[in-house]
């Protein structure tokens, strides 16, 4: 069987594509546009998550917990079969996330991801999040701790350069 072989611009029609139907909340749509074999890499995480099942139920936990979520697109590009993307979500904590409660908080969410096409379908992701923005927003983290963690962070950077 041969590869089939996208552009990039084809790679950020597809990717534009799935953000669309995520932002729908049509489950289906997506992972129509998904390999069969899809491959989930999550930062931090010691393994690697695969197929439609796994990712659904990752985007049914944020819908769930997030019904009103909005999604928009800062930045896509694409280089060969790589698609990179920088995306905004807000919405309300409305349902249960991670075992906390709903709080009624707003929360406003930045992601930075990659995607892999191959054979036209989207076969892989790397997600590099800031979940402890979100946990902080829903106040299961408080927030005083994130700032001395952001500013012990900057003391070190700042030493770095000086």
Same mark, same amino acid.
């Given at each position: 069987?041969?590869?089939? !072989?996208?552009?990039?611009?084809? #790679?950020?029609? &597809?990717?534009?594509? @799935? /953000? ?7 489950? %289906? ?22 197929? !439609?099942?796994?990712?659904?139920? #990752?985007?049914? &936990?944020?819908?769930? @917990? /997030? ?7 800062? %930045? ?28 009624? #908080? ?57």
């Amino acid at each position: 069987m041969l590869a089939i !072989h996208t552009s990039p611009l084809e #790679n950020i029609a &597809l990717m534009n594509n @799935a /953000f669309a139907a995520l932002r729908r909340q049509d489950l %289906d749509a997506c992972t129509e546009l998904m390999s069969p074999d899809f491959i989930i890499n999550l930062a931090g995480m010691p393994h690697q998550m695969r197929g !439609h099942r796994a990712w659904r139920k #990752n985007a049914e &936990l944020f819908f769930k @917990a /997030f019904p009103d979520m909005q999604i928009e697109t800062q %930045d896509m590009f694409a280089n060969d079969d790589r698609v990179a993307v920088r995306f905004r979500f807000t919405g309300t904590h409305k349902g249960e996330f991670l075992g906390n409660q709903p709080t009624g #908080n707003r929360v406003d969410y930045q992601s930075y991801e990659i995607y892999r096409i191959a054979d036209g379908k989207i076969a892989e992701e790397w997600i590099c999040s800031d979940l402890l923005t979100i946990l902080t927003q829903i106040g299961a983290f408080p927030a005083r701790q994130l700032l001395l963690m952001w500013l012990a962070g900057y003391r070190v950077w700042f030493g770095a350069v000086c």
